[in-house]
């Protein structure tokens, strides 16, 4: 896979680039700003885009508006976002806008090599990884809702799900069957009142409701 990382922290750039490298990504380029971020993306065509939330020159949402755009004009470049702080108005726009392809992890677990390499993949390949920290905290700003009538298995279910978790990763988090997790989330469908349609739709549908993101 091929990816190009945008971070103007060059010692973070630098650990990122050599973690992907080490995990067998080619990393076709290293760039500082969103600017230069769509350039490389533009050339490059890559799988992925590990982008930083803020770059130069505002130190804002650079980051974020050039992965919307990314996500926008370039459909089968993934995007992960990387965030000193949890700033969950970002994720949620990132989701609203696109729900495959997309992440949204902290920094700090670019130190668990083994996570991250897998978060990386994960996103590369059309799925999706929240930071367990962004997920609490949308999760606080939610009010009551059909949300309301899961189980608290259910619930765990679900906030796997919302993580990125496959049906099978969820299934050794929970240490439980994978019928037992595909009866769960068959219950979550129904009483999310979730329309019919196929189960990867039906399953990121449940996933914005959990984390109260808007669908037309």
Known sequence: MRAVIAEDSLLLRIGVVKVLEAAGFQVCAQVTD??????????????????DVRMPPGFTDEGVRAALVIRRQYPRTAVLLLSQYVEERYAAD?????????????????????????AVRRVAAGGTALDPQV?????????????????????EVLELMAGGRSNSGIAAELVVSESAVAKHINS????LDLPRADADHRRVLAVLRFLGVATA
């Open 34 to 51: 969103a600017e230069g971020l769509l350039a490389a993306v533009e050339e490059h065509r890559p799988d992925i885009a590990v982008v």
């Open 94 to 118: 990132l989701l609203a806008a696109n729900t495959s392809g997309v992440g949204y992890l902290l920094k700090q677990r670019v130190a668990d090599v083994e996570e991250f390499t897998e």
């Open 135 to 155: 997920v609490a905290q949308l999760l606080v700003r939610r009010h009551s809702d059909p949300l309301d009538r899961l189980t608290p298995r259910e619930r």
């Open 188 to 191: 979550i469908f129904t009483k």
